[in-house]
Every structure is written in C-alpha cells, then in structure tokens.
C-alpha cells in the first residue's frame, strides 16, 4: 500500500512539475475538439403516430372485405420507396437545390436513411422523420422535419385511399374488356351451333323439336331458378319475422283457470282502492281473503297463462307455403334437369355427328360458364368499389400530429463540450506523465534507492528567496488563471448552444 502511494506521489509531483506543458496541450486539445463540435450540424427529428382502422361491419357482411391488414403492411413497406421518396423531396425544400437526375438519387438515398416507419401494435404507426442540412439554418431544419413527416402522412393516405380506388377502377375496366371479348366468342359460338344443326338437320331426325323442348326447359328452368331465389328469401323474412313474435299473448278478463279469476280480482281490488276504500272496509278485506286463495291455486297450475297471438298463427300459415312453395319449385327444378340430359343423350342418332355436335355444344358450355362467371366477378368488384366510395373500410386517424422540434435529437452538444474538456485535461496529464517517466530524474529518495541499490543518506530541501517565492506564486496565479479560463470557455460555449435552442423553440 506504501508503495501504490508512493508512485501515486511520484505521478502528481511529475505532472505538477510539468503542468505548463499539460495545461497548453489541453488547451489545443480543447480547442480542437470544441470546433470540430461545433462544425457538426444539429439534426432535429419530428414524430408523428398514425391509427388504421381496418374492420368494417359492411364489408364484412356482404362478404367483399379484403384482406386490409396485408394491404396495409404491404404500403408500409413501400411507403419508402424512392417513387414516394421523390415525391417527399419534390413537394419540400429538399427540391429546391435538386436540378439534376444525379442530385436527385443522392436526395432521395439521404432521406430514405433520415425516414423511418415503424408499426408500434397492429393498427398503430409511428413516422419519424430526421434534418440536419449543413445548408439550412437549425430553425429550417425542425421544420423541414415536420415538414417531411406531414408529406409522408399525406403519401400513406394516397396510397390506401386513391391509389386502392384507381386500382378498382382500373381493374373493372379491364373486367368489362374481357367481358366483351368473351361476349364475342359466345356469340360465334352460337352462330356456329346453329349452323351445324341447320347443316345436318337431315342426319338429325327430329332435332328441330328436341332443340326446341332443351331451349324452352332451359328457359323454364332459368325461370324457376328465380322463383326458387324469391321464395327463398321470402321465407327468410318470415322466419324472422317470426322470431321477433310471441306465440301467446295475454288478453285481461279472456284468460281462463286460476290465474284469470286472480288477475281480475287483483283489478276489482284496484278498483276499490282507486274509489277510496281502504283495507279496512268489509269488501275490500273479503276480496284481499279470495285474492290469496286464487294465488295458491294459480301457483300449483304452471306454465305461462294466455291466448294464442293471431298474428304469430298467421306467420306459421305463411311459412308452410311458403316452405311447401320451396319444395314444389326444387322439384320442378331436379325434373327439367332430368329431362334436360335426356334430351340431350337422345338429340343425336349418328355417331359422327354426335360427337361434332357434342364437341360444339361442350365449346359453348365453356365460353358460357366463363361468361358468366365474369360477369359474377364484375358485378361484385363493382359492389364492392361502391361500398368503399361510400363507406370507406380503412379510416385514418391521425393520434399524434407531426411533432414541431425545440431541441435537436442530435447530436447532444452539451454532453459534448464537457467531455472534450475532459479529454483535454487527460490528454495534457497522460503528456506530462508520459514525459516524466522518460526523463531521468527521480522525485523521491525511495525512487532514487531502488534505481541505484545504494543507500540515500539524505536529502536537500529546496530554499527560494523572497523575489523567487513572489515570482513562484505569480505563475502560479497566471497557471489558475489559464486553467479557469478552459472551464470559462466551456461555460460560454453551453450558454450559446442553450441560446440556439430557445431561438429555435
């Protein structure tokens, strides 16, 4: 322990003995490091916090919603990409020095490092959006930063709301084109149905009167597809309306049995109270006695009293027909498909024919059934592009607008300055340490034994004239003096940067 003291000694007395040289080494050290802190540019950082409401009763129930979480991640992805990236730059003052393609790629790879989009829960996002152009002032560059995140609320809005609605209008157009050419196709199919059959009519012995009875269940059969379609939802609107409709209601004075006699005595005793009886009178205790009776027969006969409800009887009337109207429409229905296929297994005798007939009518069957579904598919688009017009499925809500800075997010100047005065000072104690250890000189009798191994007798103190002592204490003064003047230096440079930040605040 003696020892570690010692050195401890020998360290301070060797930077003390040269601390003109370690406090002009912090001063260059400080200096150097405070302007290269002050050459560094202030970034200031705006933050804005988005909520995406996905679920929509509408959509949902008719059975068009699409999958808008995937649509959503998908924009949050590509909401940085360099399309919309340029249309940041182009739309702040990020353009305004940009006057070339190159200068343009160097903006957009700046900025797409300075933006980050990050979906804190599922329909939560928060956009932060970083400045710290050497070219503009600290004041610029805060609201050049809201500036940028605002843009990217208004890109992220877009591309839901006008970009999803382009898309199905777009999508719907090329719907309709197709429909048209499959229109097309269907009718020369036809034309080439009714062709063959008007060619080959003599190899098809009754094939006029076939055709005409597979047109004509065909027709019918479309007909009854309908009727079956109405009276089936017809028969839902009953149902429901005879779920909300009480099988029995309760007429006072026609129900029957104990509980009847007991609810018209009840208003008999309502009566008399209402005339001024009170339960002294005669009339009104013997009724109070047959009201308790006719309680006691009442409970022990259960179940709820009352009449059927008319209205609940015709509803069930209703609903017989129109399941027995249901039934007869899906029999009808099975029997012309049934009479279909036999019409058409007996519509050809020779087998060539036959099959070239067959061939034909499976072409058309085809082109029909895509027809058809396109147009399924098209009407459903269209519905669907209606609902969302109307009722929107994705609504935005902005929870935290974009934030204005006060103080820049970086760098942390004040931490700065004061760890380059520290740095400063270790720099010129690590020199004058350093130096000491090179130089041959001891400071202690104990240094000086163990170098030579030969025993010390003494030492000699040192003596100072009076002039001496006054110019030793003078120095030590301008020594002070320097020393504070690096902590004063620090201080000013904290005041000003603190000065910045109320002019940008």
Not at 5 to 30: H, P, S
Not at 337 to 343: C, G, H, K, S, Y
Not at 457 to 484: N, P
């Amino acid at each position: 322990m003696t020892n570690i003291y010692e050195e401890v000694r020998i360290a301070l007395y060797g930077i003390w003995n040269r601390r003109w040289l370690a406090l002009a080494i912090a001063w260059v050290v400080c200096l150097f490091g405070w302007l290269s802190v002050a050459m560094v540019p202030n970034t200031y950082e705006s933050k804005a916090r988005i909520f995406v409401q996905i679920d929509d009763v509408l959509s949902d129930q008719i059975g068009i919603g699409g999958d808008r979480k995937r649509d959503i991640e998908r924009v949050r992805q590509t909401l940085t990409s360099a399309v919309n990236l340029e249309k940041v730059v182009r739309a702040t003052r990020l353009g305004d020095k940009v006057t070339s393609d190159k200068q343009m790629e160097g903006t957009v790879a700046g900025l797409a490092k300075a933006i980050k989009v990050v979906s804190q829960q599922d329909n939560l996002f928060e956009i932060t959006a970083s400045s710290g152009s050497r070219g503009y002032s600290d004041v610029e560059n805060a609201k050049l930063a809201q500036d940028i995140v605002q843009k990217m609320i208004d890109i992220f809005r877009e591309e839901n709301l006008a970009g999803g609605r382009g898309e199905m209008t777009d999508t719907i157009a090329f719907m309709d084109q197709q429909l048209q050419d499959r229109q097309k196709d269907l009718e020369a199919a036809e034309q080439r149905r009714q062709a063959f059959e008007a060619k080959n009519a003599a190899l098809m012995p009754g094939s006029g009167g076939i055709t005409a009875r597979i047109e004509g269940a065909r027709s019918e059969l479309r007909g009854v597809d309908s009727d079956l379609l109405a009276a089936q939802s017809a028969l839902a609107a009953v149902n429901g309306q005879l779920s909300g409709t009480p099988p029995t209601i309760v007429v006072p004075g026609a129900t029957g049995g104990a509980k009847g006699a007991l609810a018209q005595a009840q208003s008999e005793l309502a009566g008399m109270r209402a005339r001024g009886l009170t339960d002294s009178h005669p009339d009104v205790q013997a009724l109070k006695g047959q009201i308790a009776g006719l309680a006691k027969l009442a409970a022990g006969e259960g179940g709820p009293a009352g009449t059927p409800n008319p209205a609940y009887v015709s509803l069930q009337s209703i609903k017989a027909d129109r399941q027995a109207s249901i039934v007869a429409l899906q029999s009808r229905k099975a029997s012309l498909q049934q009479d279909i296929a036999q019409l058409s297994s007996q519509q050809y005798s020779e087998p060539a024919v036959a099959a070239e007939a067959a061939r034909i009518n499976r072409d058309y069957d085809v082109l029909k059934e895509q027809y058809d579904k396109l147009l399924r598919d098209r009407e459903q688009l269209r519905l669907r592009g209606q609902v969302e017009s109307e009722r929107n499925a994705v609504k935005f809500e902005v929870i935290d607008p974009p934030t204005t800075p006060r103080s820049p997010s970086a760098p942390d100047r004040p931490m700065l300055l004061t760890l380059v005065l520290v740095v400063g000072l270790a720099a010129g104690c690590g020199a004058a340490f350093a130096l000491g250890q090179l130089n041959s000189s001891y400071s202690t009798t104990g240094q000086l034994e163990r170098a030579t191994g030969l025993p010390v007798v003494g030492s000699v103190s040192l003596g100072m004239t009076r002039e001496q002592r006054a110019d030793y204490w003078k120095h030590l003064r301008w020594f002070a003096g320097a020393t504070i003047g690096l902590g004063a230096v620090l201080l000013v440079l904290l005041a000003l940067e603190y000065m910045k930040r109320g002019m940008v605040a």
